[in-house]
């Protein structure tokens, strides 16, 4: 019996073009009193990274795929595939990197490997949408002498920021017997110059901060004013924004602002309605702010982008894009009061109207929202950093 275990250093979230690191740990469990007879031997061990690709039947339709290629990848036993027995079509994968071969541990020992590759820069980002999951994952493949290979899947998340394809990222490829305990100045000075240069890029596309007013009407006059200070934010931050419905001439009873995500299957793979295919186009809310206003001359809303959520992305299949979506409620009748009257000569019960004929109308903002830092998506969505399996 042989353990293996591959431990992250820096969390699971990566920037496509930044170097992964993993250390890969093969230990023989057994105690070192177990005779010699008891030891283990690995033929060899090979990684790699790939992003698996999965399309929903019911909306998009891909052209007939190859004969060739199932969409389930075949159960081989001695080859080295790393989507092997996972579903979709395997649409970037990096060349594979062997870690050793033919290793041979007695009991209680242990040895470690280093592996060590850049993302791709040219891939999708991580997403599990309702029409297309893209899904990362770094497999580790062993296999024991007269034995079938056995799989290591250690799930990774890749954010991509678009303008990085011309940034040559510093990298180590060698793939050597290394301690996890062990970190050189020169990996450090790697990480330090990518962490900079994506906080630059990030802080000077949405630091810039302009009021932005909208005037809101509908076909009876005007409902208000909505102010946002800029239109492009990263994930985690807020998106703030402000309405005056004091200067409207139509009376707004109440008003509710979506945060959403909208995913959209380019018309090229859209499946026809007629055909049984749903929708091309869904929604997904991720913060919602409500209020009943009337009488109310001015009010805000912060709405908090999740750093567990995907940055806007497009791809030849599908696109991502966010944006607000207002609902308002407002009255038909002018000069709606539904307040007691201030002055009375002698106390009176007054009470509201039953019904009030009323319009809802709905407005769309477009926003753009980038990727953060690797590092804090890591800390406030932590995922599996470990992954380990017996042999």
């Known amino acids: 019996m042989i353990e293996v275990v591959a431990e992250l250093s820096r969390g699971p979230v990566f920037l496509a073009g930044e170097a992964l690191e993993c250390v890969v740990t093969v230990t023989n469990p057994l105690p070192p009193t177990a005779t010699s007879a008891s030891s283990e031997a690995l033929a060899w061990a090979s990684a790699q990274i790939h992003c698996q690709f999965h399309a929903s039947e019911s909306r998009v339709e891909l052209p007939p795929p190859d004969s060739s290629q199932p969409d389930v990848q075949p159960e081989s036993q001695t080859v080295f595939l790393p989507h092997r027995g996972e579903r979709g079509q395997c649409i970037l994968s990096t060349p594979p990197k062997i870690l050793f071969c033919d290793l041979r541990l007695e009991p209680g020992e242990s040895k470690s490997y280093s592996y060590s590759e850049v993302l791709p820069i040219e891939g999708p980002p991580s997403f599990r949408g309702q029409s297309v999951k893209y899904v990362y994952k770094l497999t580790i493949g062993c296999q024991r002498v007269n034995s079938p ?99 409207g001439t139509v009376a707004c009873l109440q008003f509710s602002v979506s945060l959403q995500t909208e995913e959209r299957v380019q018309p090229e793979y859209q499946r026809r309605r007629g055909t049984g295919g749903a929708p091309s186009v869904s929604h997904v809310t991720h913060a919602r702010h409500q209020e009943s206003c009337l009488h109310t001359t001015r009010t805000s809303f912060s709405l908090p982008i999740p750093l567990s959520s995907t940055p806007g992305f497009c791809t030849a299949i599908v696109s991502l894009k966010w944006r607000l979506h207002f609902e308002f409620v407002t009255s038909r009748e002018p000069g709606l009061v539904l307040l007691p009257p201030m002055e009375q000569p002698e106390p009176a019960t007054w009470t509201g109207p039953e019904q009030v004929p009323v319009d809802t109308f709905s407005w769309d903002l477009p926003i753009k929202v980038l990727p953060t830092s690797p590092t804090l998506a890591s800390y406030a969505a932590p995922g599996p950093s470990t992954s380990t399996i017996t042999i």
């Open 149 to 247: 290979i056995t799989l290591l899947r250690v799930p990774l998340r890749v954010l991509v920021l678009t303008g990085l394809q011309d940034v040559r990222f510093p990298q180590d490829e060698a793939v050597a017997p290394s301690s996890p305990f062990l970190e050189e100045d020169e990996g450090g000075k790697k990480d330090s110059w990518l962490a900079e240069l994506v906080g630059e890029r990030l802080m000077a596309a949405t630091s810039c901060r302009s009021l932005h007013l909208y005037n809101i009407s509908d076909g009876r006059g005007k409902v208000g004013t909505f102010g946002i200070f800029k239109s492009v934010y990263r994930l985690g931050e807020d998106v703030v924004g402000t309405l005056n419905l004091g200067e």
